[in-house]
């Protein structure tokens, strides 16, 4: 048996409500096999173990562990040559992201979310180009990245069977393109040849390999309506009713695609997937941005679950969601830090403290507003009930998974920091991931002052950048071209695809002087 005291200046076990925590002046925990055993103060748990190994100075503060509740890729867009653009367009312009390591590729992002004290990511995967054997490979090489770093991984693979540039059918967008683009434009298609059958198997296959490991978990991903047919969405629906599994499903990011479900099904994107018996409690929806009253509410009423991913709506023009409504109707959050967050990284203690003030509509009423607790809440417990941890993680109470990290008081309080301020304030609002010195997941120490401690991350990220020194292959290049070659042609397909009349128009700033 593995047993460890973990030690704190105060431990923050726990939300109670918005505004509202547990915390424990001089806590500790003990954790024996990667389970929490016992939680209480250093002084009472040490007299009882007194033999047990302490991790800990007692002058950190102690967190759960955080979760990436909406994750896709290692090196970020913006590194890859794919600047912030809306949404629409941006996907054309990710066609120049280079042919990775995926295994490097993996390791990047991890070490930049357990750096800020992420322990748990929902990897949210697609694009892979490849038959089913192909892709089997590559997404066996991602999950191995996460088992040798030692972070927690749920894992899905996004289902895309349609519409997968434009909102529109492949072979149309294809014919719609003069003739010099449309080879390479079907070349880009025919990358990917994953059937839906093909993308069944593959989360059949997963599940089996991987679903009772203790840090890998695998899950649903319907990637978004305009990327799944009918068919596709049947599917997935009952894949997770047999399986009781989880789906995590992109759903109206943006303005387009709340059009985009208006022309299909003549109602609203949450209308149609409830068609499919989709919504409840399994059901995590990324984004959420144009969500009217109704599909609140019923999302409220199913016990459906939300993900914020704040600063990817930010970056890419999608619009401001509407969290502060999602909380008054009892909707479980998550938050997610999608591509990367508003510095270009993985900084989950950045994430909150922007959660927490982009939300702050005018007003008195503070319970209008995100509270301290409600954006750890999002960042803990929240995110573990949309993966299939649940409620195993995302607090410091006996029989949860000892996931934590310390962060050293020092970095948040010098040189002076008033007593009034209350611990959570001061940690969400001044810590920064260089203050994280401590991270364990499962248990399991994985990151102490800077270091890693099963994987070599200057080792790693030289490989990677050594492998990016390549000259560009055939068909990075082709690839390269097409995009700059499609934008304006997607641009034009979208011109006028929103209808002002049957839409509240976009804010535009005021003429007034």
Not at 4 to 32: F, H, K, N, Y
Not at 219 to 230: F, G, I, R, V
Not at 286 to 297: A, K, R
Not at 361 to 371: L, S, T
Request: with cysteine.
């Amino acid at each position: 048996m593995t047993q460890s005291l973990v030690r704190s200046r105060a431990m923050i076990t726990r939300t109670l409500s918005a505004a509202e925590w547990e915390e424990i002046p001089d806590g500790a925990v003990l954790q024996e096999d990667g389970i929490i055993t016992a939680v209480g103060t250093f002084d009472e748990l040490h007299r009882k173990h007194p033999t047990v190994p302490v991790i800990g100075t007692g002058k950190e503060i102690l967190l759960p562990g955080f979760v990436n509740g909406h994750h896709h890729v290692g090196l970020t867009p913006v590194q890859l040559g794919s600047p912030d653009m809306p949404l629409e367009l941006w996907f054309v312009t990710r066609m120049v992201a280079r042919n990775l390591n995926i295994y490097l590729d993996t390791l990047y992002s991890a070490f930049e979310m357990i750096g800020s004290g992420i322990t748990t990511v929902q990897h949210i995967h697609g694009w892979l180009p490849g038959d089913l054997k192909e892709v089997e490979a590559r997404t066996a090489e991602l999950i191995r990245a996460y088992e040798d770093i030692g972070m927690r991984v749920s894992y899905c693979f996004a289902l895309r069977d349609q519409n997968r540039l434009v909102y529109q059918k492949d072979e149309d967008f294809v014919a719609s393109l003069p003739p010099e683009l449309r080879g390479p434009m079907q070349r880009w298609y025919d990358r990917f040849q994953l059937s839906l059958e093909d993308n069944l198997d593959l989360f059949k296959t997963l599940h089996r390999s991987h679903n009772a490991k203790r840090r890998v978990k695998v899950q649903l991903a319907p990637a978004n309506l305009h990327w799944c047919s009918d068919k596709a969405l049947a599917a997935l629906s009952e894949l997770s009713r047999s399986y009781d599994t989880p789906m995590h499903m992109h759903l109206v990011e943006t303005a387009y695609q709340k059009e985009y479900a208006r022309r299909r099904g003549g109602g609203t994107a949450v209308d149609y997937i409830e068609r499919f018996g989709m919504l409840g409690p399994n059901l995590t929806l990324g984004h959420g941005v144009w969500l009217n009253e109704s599909d609140i509410e019923k999302l409220a009423a199913s016990g459906s679950c939300i993900c914020h991913n704040c600063s990817s709506n930010f970056r890419l023009r999608s619009g401001v969601a509407a969290l502060n409504r999602f909380e008054a109707v009892g909707i479980n959050t998550a938050m997610g830090l999608d591509e990367a967050g508003i510095n270009d990284d993985r900084d989950m203690l950045q994430e909150m403290r922007l959660v927490l003030r982009a939300h702050r509509v005018p007003g008195m009423d503070e319970a209008e507003v995100p509270g301290m607790a409600q954006v750890l809440r999002m960042a803990t417990i929240g995110g573990a009930r949309t993966t299939p941890y649940r409620e195993t993680l995302g607090t410091l109470e006996v029989g949860k998974g000892a996931d934590l990290s310390l962060i050293d008081w020092d970095s948040v309080a010098y040189p002076y920091l008033d007593a009034l301020t209350p611990t959570l304030d001061a940690v969400i609002q001044r810590a920064k991931a260089s203050a994280v010195t401590t991270v364990m997941c499962d248990g399991e120490v994985i990151y102490r002052d800077g270091t890693f401690t099963r994987v070599d991350r200057d080792g790693a990220l030289k490989q990677l950048h050594d492998d990016l020194s390549r000259a560009l292959s055939d068909d990075e290049v082709e690839r390269r071209h097409l995009s700059k070659a499609l934008l304006p042609h997607a641009r034009r397909f979208y011109a006028d695809y929103i209808d002002p009349s049957r839409h509240e128009p976009f804010y535009r700033p005021s003429s007034r002087v």
